[in-house]
């Protein structure tokens, strides 16, 4: 995965904020395995979600990670990487068509 | 609010389903839903732009037309041919009118009705239309005890037909699979539905939601809050009845299910099978 690429969220997703708490719902059930109809990000998954939503890179994410942990870069980027291939195999985001 | 069911052909005693007489009243609401079927042909000056589809799953597709959302029932296979029914309903669902085909036109002569849409299930209907009016359909046991309202909510196996049997001593069971929530001035209102489980007791009755409860079978019967207002959201979203779901219809039904668990007492409840979780229930 190209950290230029950049991914957007799907139109098929919604995505809130509920009492501190980043939470995705597909809008449709069946465009996810989603036995709850629901996703919820950890504190890094919410940064990544945020970014997404901006249009960033991949390499811009992984860098507004790094601001907020102490972690090497190899590692953040590949627990990118592993997050957007997850959100793009449940159709949660898709890639960016300038 | 209440349901007012208008058709071309004449309603007998044997329409309709038995269930419904409990909930069946001569005097609409201010807040009146009017299904109206029609037994015809779509009207010529409907037209559907493909551009226009808000939803599209079969057996449904949904198309926004102006002021107007038009439902049709399709095949399943391309090109997704419209048969059996199309509804018209503006954009509150405060109409519906349902135009239907002669399939449909039998069933209806044959009677015996299980819904008043003649949809394989009213919670489409309902499901969707109650969104736009502050409210929603849980998968859930409803019981009125001194006219006060608790709700267990559970998937089903959760066991509340069971806890439906420990209750209905000294309870009204409204139902024990779907029940309503709605928001009204200052209180969460609870009612039944038809659409009952494995007890057969059901009430229209309507009472003012005291607390819900999240069902857990145990071998103990204890009582207690649940850890935060998010878990309870989590388990509130995972019983939500879902129906033909839309953009707007999620923006709506996340509000209430977040304003729901953050202003109704929400608890877990572990039970057994001894029936002493009544006195539980009665205590709180």
Same mark, same amino acid.
Request: with cysteine; aromatic share 10%; charged share 25%.
């Given at each position: 995965?190209?950290?230029d690429?950049?991914? +957007?969220?799907?139109?098929?997703?919604?995505?809130?904020?509920?009492?501190?708490?980043?939470?995705?719902?597909?809008?449709?059930?069946?465009?996810?395995?989603?036995?709850?109809?629901?996703?919820?990000?950890?504190? +890094?998954?919410?940064?990544?979600?945020?970014?997404?939503?901006?249009?960033? +890179?991949?390499?811009?994410?992984?860098?507004?990670?790094?601001?907020?942990?102490?972690?090497?870069?190899?590692?953040?980027?590949?627990?990118?990487?592993?997050?957007?291939?997850?959100?793009?195999?449940?159709?949660?985001?898709?890639?960016?068509k300038? | 609010?209440?349901?007012?069911?208008?058709?071309?052909? =004449?309603?007998?005693?044997?329409?309709?389903d038995?269930?419904?007489?409990?909930?069946?009243?001569? !005097?609409?609401?201010?807040?009146?839903?009017?299904?109206?079927?029609?037994?015809?042909?779509?009207?010529?000056?409907? !037209?559907?732009? =493909?551009?226009?589809?808000?939803?599209?799953?079969?057996?449904?597709?949904?198309y $926004?037309?102006?002021?107007?959302?038009?439902?049709?029932?399709?095949?399943?296979?391309?090109?997704?041919?419209?048969?059996?029914? !199309?509804?018209?309903?503006?954009?509150?669902?405060?109409?519906?009118?349902?135009?239907?085909?002669?399939?449909?036109?039998k069933?209806?002569?044959? @009677?015996g009705?299980?819904?008043?849409?003649?949809? =394989?299930?009213?919670?489409?209907?309902?499901?969707?239309?109650?969104?736009?009016?502050? @409210?929603?359909?849980?998968?859930?046991?409803?019981?009125?005890?001194?006219?006060?309202?608790?709700?267990?909510? @559970?998937?089903?196996?959760? @066991?509340?037909?069971?806890?439906?049997?420990?209750?209905?001593?000294?309870?009204i069971?409204?139902?024990?699979?779907?029940?309503?929530?709605?928001?009204?001035?200052?209180?969460?209102?609870?009612?039944?539905?038809?659409?009952?489980?494995?007890?057969?007791?059901? $009430?229209?009755?309507?009472?003012?939601?005291?607390?819900?409860?999240?069902?857990?079978?145990?071998?103990?019967?204890?009582?207690?809050?649940?850890?935060?207002?998010?878990?309870?959201?989590n388990?509130?979203?995972?019983?939500?009845?879902?129906?033909?779901? !839309?953009?707007?219809?999620?923006?709506?039904?996340?509000?209430?299910?977040?304003?729901?668990?953050?202003?109704?007492?929400c608890?877990?409840?572990?039970?057994?099978?001894?029936?002493?979780?009544?006195?539980?229930?009665?205590?709180?």
């Amino acid at each position: 995965m190209s950290l230029d690429k950049i991914y +957007t969220p799907s139109e098929k997703i919604i995505s809130r904020d509920i009492m501190g708490t980043l939470v995705i719902v597909p809008i449709e059930s069946g465009i996810a395995d989603l036995n709850d109809a629901m996703y919820s990000f950890n504190e +890094t998954g919410t940064i990544a979600w945020n970014c997404i939503e901006q249009k960033k +890179t991949v390499g811009q994410i992984c860098s507004a990670i790094a601001l907020e942990y102490e972690s090497d870069m190899e590692k953040i980027e590949n627990g990118v990487k592993n997050l957007i291939t997850t959100l793009l195999e449940k159709g949660i985001i898709v890639e960016w068509k300038n | 609010m209440t349901i007012e069911v208008k058709t071309d052909l =004449p309603i007998t005693d044997q329409t309709f389903d038995s269930k419904f007489l409990s909930f069946e009243t001569n !005097t609409p609401l201010e807040e009146n839903i009017v299904i109206h079927h029609r037994f015809s042909e779509t009207p010529q000056d409907i !037209t559907i732009d =493909p551009e226009n589809r808000i939803y599209f799953r079969p057996p449904w597709a949904i198309y $926004s037309a102006g002021k107007q959302w038009i439902y049709q029932w399709i095949n399943a296979e391309p090109p997704f041919h419209n048969y059996f029914r !199309t509804v018209i309903t503006d954009r509150e669902h405060s109409f519906l009118d349902i135009y239907n085909d002669k399939e449909i036109e039998k069933k209806f002569l044959k @009677g015996g009705l299980t819904s008043l849409t003649l949809f =394989p299930t009213d919670q489409i209907l309902l499901g969707r239309l109650l969104a736009y009016r502050n @409210g929603c359909i849980l998968h859930s046991l409803g019981i009125s005890l001194d006219n006060r309202g608790y709700l267990f909510v @559970g998937h089903s196996s959760a @066991g509340k037909s069971t806890m439906a049997g420990i209750m209905k001593k000294d309870a009204i069971i409204l139902c024990d699979d779907r029940n309503i929530i709605r928001k009204k001035d200052n209180d969460h209102i609870l009612s039944g539905t038809w659409s009952h489980g494995d007890v057969t007791d059901v $009430s229209g009755k309507s009472v003012p939601l005291k607390a819900i409860l999240f069902l857990e079978k145990s071998d103990i019967n204890q009582i207690d809050p649940v850890p935060s207002e998010q878990d309870a959201f989590n388990r509130l979203l995972a019983c939500l009845i879902r129906p033909l779901e !839309t953009r707007d219809w999620w923006d709506k039904s996340l509000d209430f299910l977040t304003h729901l668990s953050q202003q109704v007492p929400c608890w877990n409840l572990k039970f057994n099978k001894t029936g002493q979780v009544s006195d539980l229930i009665k205590g709180m």
